[in-house]
């Protein structure tokens, strides 16, 4: 049974940094994919970063050159730095694993970004 669990979600001033943390347990195998997504509220959840199991980035163009993707496949972990904070990031962070063709969430952590 795979489990994905976020962590590091909290309010912070815009302009300001967060990092998130997802981690997976359970049976984790290569190649996979690794991501984060974020629904605000009245809207649908929408991709913010991907990052393979060899190492392959992808960005959604709204946080190109603010927000960072990386993971640690020793530990199983996956890390999302957010830095210039806006006010439209504010939203539920959740972490996603694609495996053998199969999706797996994490419950969410929430980011709110006061103006």
């Known amino acids: 049974q795979v489990q994905l669990v976020e962590s590091g979600g909290g309010l912070v001033q815009a302009g300001g940094s967060l990092r998130l943390s997802c981690a997976a347990s359970?049976?984790?195998?290569?190649?996979?994919?690794m991501g984060w997504y974020r629904q605000a509220p009245g809207k649908q959840r929408e991709l913010v970063a991907t990052?393979?199991?060899?190492?392959?980035?992808n960005y959604a163009d709204s946080v190109k050159g603010r927000f960072t993707i990386s993971r640690d496949n020793n530990k199983n972990t996956m890390y999302l730095q957010m830095n210039s904070l806006e006010s439209e990031d504010t939203a539920v962070y959740f972490c996603?694993?694609?495996?053998?063709?199969?999706?797996?969430w994490g419950q969410g952590t929430q980011v709110t970004v006061s103006s």
């Open positions: 990052i393979t199991s060899g190492g392959g980035t």
């Open positions: 996603n694993l694609l495996m053998w063709g199969i999706t797996y």
């Open positions: 359970g049976k984790i195998f290569s190649p996979n994919v």
